[in-house]
């Protein structure tokens, strides 16, 4: 299948390398707050707020960057979860899950600066029950939330996970 626009600059810009992602888990009334993703080639993907380091910036400060250009919240960064690593040529990636909590703002979708106006990969924001999460399909689903009975279980997991990962040897 011949790639899209989008698809060609999501792995212009974050293929063929190691790149280090920050994710926040917020959750507020029973629900999660979750980002719905435009991967290209159709494929669509649901995960927390999250993206990037930049080199010289803790994950903290990441993580406030990064939460703040996708969701307009102010956040304070809590316990460090685990890290789960993608590796799906071209794109490898190990991203850190932590907790987060809201300090103020109100949410609204925002933008992904690294991407180009006409190429933003952000479609929806939204806050999801766990029988919602249930109810999207596994391949648009982020794989640290396939199945999860209950968002206590997000703060019990500890260590690396890599789920089926794709190697290139």
Known sequence: MPKDEISKE??????????????????????LLMVKHQMGN?????????????FGSTATEN???????????HIAVGNYLFV?????????????FFEVKRINGNVKLGKDPELSVNNQILL????????????????????????????????LWKGYFNFENISIK
Not at 12 to 18: D, I, M, R, S, V
Not at 85 to 96: N, R
């Open 84 to 96: 789960y690593e993608y590796l799906h040529p071209p794109l490898h990636a190990m991203e850190h």
């Open 124 to 155: 929806e924001i939204s806050w999801k029950s766990i029988s919602e999460i249930n109810t999207i399909p596994n391949d648009s689903l982020h794989r640290v939330f396939w199945g999860i009975k209950s968002f206590s279980e997000l703060g």
């Open 42 to 54: 159709g494929r669509i993907l649901w995960s927390v707020p999250g993206g990037g380091m930049n």
């Open 10 to 31: 999501i792995e212009a810009k974050f293929g063929n390398q190691l790149r280090t992602r920050v994710n926040g888990i917020l959750i507020e009334n029973d629900r």
């Open 63 to 73: 993580l406030k960057r990064e939460y703040f250009e996708e969701t307009h919240l």
